[in-house]
């Protein structure tokens, strides 16, 4: 438990450095903890497994958009612990299952085990990608997809450098919403 | 979609974060929110003109006394609120302080003057003003701290939303002493104090349905 925490705290504080391999390391790493967590969570309450890999998903695309809020000076373990709890009152609220339903837990129940099953969410990123306005779906395209550099996706959007990293940003927000208003109906 | 996807394509082409990006933008919201509080009192009521007795400022400065720590004290928890997880670090019983305070100082000022008083204490001349102006006032600065929150991640967002509506409350308050002639404590105990009560509120129940992300 101890050394998880300390290794992947190492690792997130890279992350926020900008180191790419560090950034996907840390996120792969959570997403495992989380599907453990959310398996667990979630066929207590009679749902499914795709289900808990919906809330994988929303709850890494959270810790990306969300990294900036992460305080380097505090343990990781509680910091994501929120996050996953925070998603998952969201997920039940927004499914209308009764909100006694969720029990009460641990910041450590998220650390505390993994599940490296190769489950997939319910829907597909590129087709939610066509619902995002123009210069979005361009940009995350060009840097996200194709690992295009900024002034790469720059000339190929025909947005400027900041053009591209807001878009970027701001298409990736959006798509967690849609992401979210998917896994509700 | 697979996770392993969504992980590859999140880390493709990372740029570094600033981790003080919060507290900086936090800050300013609550900088911004005073001056625009205070701009509001100028423009829309002006300072009291009789700033002169001594009397007038002692009670000035009471005034900004209590509103300032009720600003200073909810600042320092909606700072924490702001990030994932802060609300296992915020008491409410230390932002009591200040209104406990306030309260007990009426009651002994109460207490001291013949009950023949106690009317012109309690509601001054303008208590309606008071009851309209600060709630008014808090508007925008609560709007201007809801959208600061926005871009952090609160996970309380009743408690977070109640701190939003407190500190708006609080500088709206703070402006509004510089305007109100009401001198006395059972006056500032109970429409400063219960507007500011009144705000918070408001911001629980918002805070749900605006800062959700």
Redesign the interface.
Known sequence: MKTTEAELRGLMLA????D??S??TV??RL?SRL?AYYKGKLLRIGRSASEA?DL??EA???I?L???????DEPLT??V???A??KLV?FVRRTRTSFADVPIDD?DDVMAHDDHS????S???RRLMERLPKNMQCAIEA???D????AEAARKCGLSESGV?VNVHRG?KTLAVLIAQETKS | ???????????????????R??GWTMGIALATSALVALGLMLVGLGIRADLTTGRALAFLLLKLAFTVGVVAISSIYLMRL?????E?RTSSIRIMMPFAAIVLLAAISLGLAPSSHWDEMVLGDQWLECLLSIPIIAIVPFAIIVAAMRK??P?NLERAGAFAGLIAGGVSAMAYALHCTDDSLPFIALWYGGTIAICTWVGARFGPQRL??
């Open positions: 992350a926020l450095d900008g790419a391999a950034h996907r996120l792969a997403s599907r890999e994988v998903q890494v695309l959270a990306h969300k990294r900036h809020t992460y305080n380097p509680p910091w612990h929120a996050i709890r925070y969201d910041a190769d489950a997939e969410s829907y597909d990123i840097v996200k997809l690992g295009l550099s900024t990293k990736l | 979609m697979k996770t392993e996807d969504l992980v590859t394509v999140l880390s493709t082409r990372i740029e570094p974060v600033n981790h990006m919060v702001a990030r994932p997880g802060g296992r952090a991640a996970t959700r992300w």
